[in-house]
């Protein structure tokens, strides 16, 4: 089992920023994809932006965060961040942090972000 705790969610106005974080406990050992995906109002859960965590630490992001969006990893901390700049009304909804494991994959809780026009 691999635990998640998302901190960073919250109230923007548009064209602001935010940062997600997610912090993985328990069996990390394993870990090869993290990952952050949302679920917005009236809308399926969608993947936002992964990252390979192999030295190779490749990245792969939704069409509608590309160029506003960052994702980083701390393999020594098992940490995933999201770096959200240039916030648009379209952006709110419950960001999840997701990892891929050799035994599964896991998922947070979730974070509310909103962000107001």
């Known amino acids: 089992q691999v635990h998640l705790v998302e901190s960073g969610g919250g109230l923007v106005q548009a064209g602001g920023s935010l940062r997600l974080s997610c912090a993985a406990s328990g069996s990390v050992f394993g870990i090869r994809v993290m990952g952050w995906y949302r679920e917005g109002p009236a809308k399926q859960r969608e993947m936002v932006a992964v990252?390979?965590?192999?030295?190779?630490?490749?990245?792969n992001y939704a069409d509608s965060v590309k160029g506003r969006f960052t994702i980083s990893r701390d393999n020594a901390k098992n940490t995933v961040d999201l770096q959200m700049n240039s916030l648009r009304p379209d952006d709110t909804a419950v960001y999840y942090c997701?990892?891929?494991?050799?035994?599964?994959?896991?998922w947070g809780q979730g974070t509310q972000v909103t962000v107001s026009s």
């Open positions: 990252i390979n965590i192999a030295s190779s630490g490749s990245t």
């Open positions: 997701a990892v891929q494991q050799f035994t599964g994959t896991f």
